[in-house]
């Protein structure tokens, strides 16, 4: 079964996120600290997203893709809000991601398996 949604959006679980994604940055670190703080920022962003996403998806499990809202005697089916939460953060996610990818130094370009794997995980 799916967690709720507040249990996964946390600064615990978007810290997790950030420093899985930044250890494969630490030769960055020592060589060009001014490119580092702009690639710690995406990170940061990448992270956020990726547990956002996560939170989103439980949601959509837990409670459907549709709602059903009711405004006095009316009811009527709407989209749940959390797809389009995902649908938003997944296209700059994306974006981001690949980014990313294109920072990582070249010794660890072959390591980009590993940031698509946190991509789908």
């Not at 946390?10 to 060589?31: C, G, H, M, Q, W």
């Not at 997203?49 to 959509?60: G, H, P, R, V």
Request: net charge positive; aromatic share 6%.
């Amino acid at each position: 079964m799916a967690e709720k949604n507040d249990e996964i959006l946390t600064e615990a679980n978007i810290r997790k996120e950030y420093n899985k994604i930044r250890s494969l940055f630490k030769p960055v670190k020592e060589d060009d600290p001014d490119k580092m703080a702009l690639i710690e920022r995406m990170i940061e962003e990448v992270a956020f997203q990726k547990i956002a996403m996560k939170a989103a998806k439980a949601d959509m499990i837990l409670h459907g893709l549709q709602t059903t809202t009711k405004n006095a005697s009316q009811k009527f089916v709407k989209e749940n809000p959390a797809v389009q939460t995902y649908d938003k953060y997944s296209r700059s996610y994306t974006s981001n991601m690949k980014a990313l990818i294109d920072m990582l130094p070249p010794r660890e370009k072959k390591e980009a398996s590993r940031l698509l794997k946190l991509r789908e995980g």
